[in-house]
């Protein structure tokens, strides 16, 4: 039981549970609680099958219940200011309760769009970098989100987000395929509808082009009442703009969304087009932490203990396999490339903290009203037809823009991948999205350094406290 917070209204749904706004009952603090049921296996009996229809629910339940478990798992370990932060997770007989920060005065990003339309290109520019920043920072320790949507995304009155519902994300190997088949609607990529394998980051940059799309446009990019003919629409990938969007913007939008997973934009691509940057000196900060190659004769025990809940094997099984993937051909060559390009100007980039910079040219102009959400039925069905006809075909970007574009990437992504089926993944840092053990390795390293740093302050605030008593 919760016996630490105060459940009040529930707010919704994610993909997992239903989520309920909560108090903490000494501090007052606001929460967010995802509450999950728990799942028990049917007693077997010797003998004797489950029916068809109890063994298939029995599945579906199964397979929910690993998901709660590694969304907790994984969000618990992730760091960042646009990812909205697990606080604890309690569990009793009958319910898992996942504890997240609360975003005051925040909606959802669909909330937004319904009740005051299209986002002007810089506010929603403003908005982009944030999600890139978020992704890239989940790219990079070889998580994939798996389920972006208008819904997963929160907004402040100022144009702050934060990421939410990790119910679908997973880790990914670059060098191999997920094969589970999700997301909602509006956003899954066609290889998701024509269930190919996928790698994991194209399906987010996928996602993340619709959600970039409905902010410019005020409607979604493919709709149909018919759930058979909207994937039809999206297979195909016919884009149509309004008139009013920029020729860099229709560019963007255009690579973001190719059919062809293979000529998709890779992420380094998004945050570094000209229409990401224009205005900045860079792309937007990852907010990933420095870090140095591991090395498998100083691995530290206690971190690899740590990493046994999410299923990796035994402590010595997983040493064994960061050793085994450390002395690989693969990670020495690209060890010792990070070595010759290293400098002391090199770590972090050109890149900029979006939060240092003045946002008042992009507040929100108007308070948020309540939203009808009965509204949502039909997404956007009222922005669809006050722009349809003022929509155009979309068209190939001009040569000079062209060459702006490949001028940035070049500064961007100084080693690009050489292979297109590998585009979605840049190999050129150890450190970086290498393999999925190596990241939760780092992860959570880094999660129990926060841990300590926290206990260090805190004890120190109680002996202020105590000496001015």
Known sequence: ?????????????????????????????????????????????????????????????????????????????????????????????????????????????????????????????????????????????????????????????????????????????????????????????????????????????????????????????????????LQAKIRRGSLKFPAWLSPQCRDLLSRMLKVTREKRASLSEVTCHPWMIQGFSGPADNHLPARRPLDGRKLDRQVIHAMKKFEFGSDQEIERKLIDILETDVYLHVLRQWEQRRSPGLDGGNVVNDDDLSDDAVQLTSPFDEVDHGRKTGLFEQCRKKVSSVFSSSSSSSAANAEMYNQVEHQCDPDPPSSAANRNWEPQDPTRGFHPLISMYYLTKEKMERSRQASVQDGASDQRTSDGS
């Open 1 to 229: 039981m919760l016996d630490h917070y105060r459940l009040g209204k529930m707010l919704g749904f994610e993909s997992t549970g239903k989520v309920n706004l909560a108090t903490h009952k000494v501090t007052g603090e606001k929460v967010v609680v995802k509450i999950v049921p728990r799942f028990y296996p049917p007693i077997e009996v010797k003998g004797v099958d489950l029916p068809p229809v109890a063994s298939r629910l029995a599945s579906h339940d199964m397979a929910r219940e690993k998901r709660i478990l590694r969304e907790a798992s994984l969000v618990n370990l992730l760091h960042h200011p646009y990812i909205r932060e697990m606080l604890e997770k309690v569990v009793d007989n009958h319910h898992h309760y996942l504890v997240f920060e609360h975003a005051q005065d925040s909606v959802q990003l669909l909330d937004y769009i319904i009740t005051h339309g299209h986002f002007s290109e810089r506010l929603a520019r403003k908005v982009a970098r944030q999600i890139g920043s978020a992704l890239e920072y989940c790219h990079m320790n070889n998580i994939v989100h798996r389920d972006l949507k208008l819904e997963n995304i929160l907004i402040s009155p100022r144009g702050k987000i934060k990421i939410t519902d990790f119910g679908l994300s997973n880790l990914y190997n670059p060098n191999d395929h997920l094969s589970t088949f999700c997301g909602s609607s509006y956003f899954p990529a066609p290889e998701l509808l024509n269930s190919a394998p996928y790698t994991g980051p194209e399906v987010d940059i996928w996602s993340f082009g619709v959600v970039l799309y409905t902010m410019v446009c005020g409607t979604v990019p493919w709709d149909d009442e018919n759930p058979a003919a």
